[in-house]
């Protein structure tokens, strides 16, 4: 069966200091991935989203990047935490299937809070 | 303009009663809509998943519904339980050209089980 895990659960970092969340799927290949934020209480915003090994397309222009090194491991990153990078994020994943709609599955969440 | 609006954004209710959590939607081309349930600090879990020609689908105490022509759609909870609170969160998904989907999110409704 196929698995996501995504970590830390909890951070706490100060202004200016660099951001690395790390997500892996595990039980398939090939995934789609994906890293959302969610604000309190706003809905979910997609950050990027990657179909291969070194795809990444970003959804919104901001301080952080993302980066996919091997097929299951999708990256967050920043080199210069600001204050409303906080929040939580999330990782997810879906099967590259063309024609098909699977949804998401998504990994447990990083409460990010920057100080 | 694809949106996903939740209505009411939070509720209180008492153990053992039933609620209603609504989701109004302007997306197109519609695919299908889901209903996630996303407990405090944790990823999105699927509850129940409805195509166009779906009009109610149960999972456990959950029973969606979904009227397409007025492009609503309802959550019922039957017998809530303290363990049902929680945010959840509407998403609808459209098709795009060369068979992919973009997945629109609401902002959820936060309900509240008290004892």
């Known amino acids: 069966s196929q698995t996501i895990h995504q970590w830390p659960a909890t951070l706490v970092q100060p202004v200016g200091s660099p951001l690395s969340l790390e997500c892996t799927v595990e039980?398939?290949?090939?995934?789609?991935l994906y890293w959302y934020r969610q604000a309190a209480g706003r809905g979910l915003q997609l950050l990027f989203y990657?179909?291969?090994?070194?795809?990444i397309s970003s959804e919104v222009p901001q301080n952080l990047s993302a980066s996919r090194p091997q097929d299951r491991q999708f990256i967050l990153s920043s080199k210069k935490l600001l204050l409303s990078d906080s929040g939580f994020y999330l990782c997810?994943?879906?099967?590259?299937?063309?024609?098909?709609?699977?949804?998401?599955?998504f990994g447990s969440g990083t409460r990010l809070t920057v100080v | 303009k694809n949106q996903v609006e939740q209505s009411p954004q939070s509720l209180i209710i008492l153990e053992g009663k039933n609620c209603t959590l609504q989701?109004?939607?302007?997306?197109?081309?519609?695919?299908?809509l889901r209903w996630y349930k996303q407990d405090t600090g944790r990823g999105p879990v699927s509850l129940t998943i409805?195509?166009?020609?779906?009009n109610t689908k149960s999972n456990g105490r959950y029973t969606a519904t979904l009227d397409a022509d007025t492009k609503q759609s309802s959550l019922h909870i039957t017998a809530s339980q303290l363990s049902d609170s929680a945010s959840y969160i509407c998403?609808?998904?459209?098709?795009?050209?060369?068979?992919?989907?973009?997945?629109?999110f609401g902002t959820g409704t936060r309900l509240k089980v008290l004892a």
């Open positions: 997810a994943w879906n099967p590259a299937l063309p024609g098909t709609n699977y949804g998401y599955t």
């Open positions: 409805m195509t166009f020609s779906e």
């Open positions: 990657s179909i291969g090994i070194g795809q």
């Open positions: 039980g398939t290949s090939n995934p789609n």
């Open positions: 989701c109004n939607y302007t997306v197109s081309p519609f695919s299908n």
């Open positions: 998403v609808v998904s459209a098709g795009e050209k060369k068979g992919t989907y973009k997945y629109i």
